[in-house]
Nanobody, 119 residues
Framework: QVQIVESGGGLVQPGGSLTLSCAASGSVDFIYAMGWYRQAPGKQRELVARITDARITYYADSVKGRFTVSRDDAANTVYLQMNSLKPEDTDVYYC?????????????WGQGIQVTVSS
């Protein structure tokens, strides 16, 4: 079984920066893709950024040029560096890892972490 633990959220002023981290633990063979999603109350969860094992990245238009996703395969960890934060970036952010565990595919989510951008 794979566990996902997120960290790094909190309160930041507009224009500020935060870095989110998300580590997978347990019997992990390989992680194909790591991603960050966000969800506001009453809205659908949306993909913010994603990185594959080949280091191919995807960003939502709303965060391009401000957010950077990266991964550390040795630590099974994905990072989201968020710069020039705006109030509209306020959301609960969820981490997702998709890969193989004990030769079986897994698709695991973190518990969610709050990011609040406010003065």
């Amino acid at each position: 079984q794979v566990q996902i633990v997120e960290s790094g959220g909190g309160l930041v002023q507009p224009g500020g920066s935060l870095t989110l981290s998300c580590a997978a633990s347990g019997s992990v063979d390989f992680i194909y893709a790591m991603g960050w999603y966000r969800q506001a109350p009453g809205k659908q969860r949306e993909l913010v950024a994603r990185i594959t094992d080949a280091r191919i990245t995807y960003y939502a238009d709303s965060v391009k040029g401000r957010f950077t996703v990266s991964r550390d395969d040795a630590a099974n960890t994905v990072y989201l560096q968020m710069n020039s934060l705006k109030p509209e970036d306020t959301d609960v952010y969820y981490c997702n890892h998709y890969g193989m565990s004990d030769d079986t595919p897994f698709d695991s989510w973190g518990q969610g972490i709050q990011v609040t951008v406010s003065s």
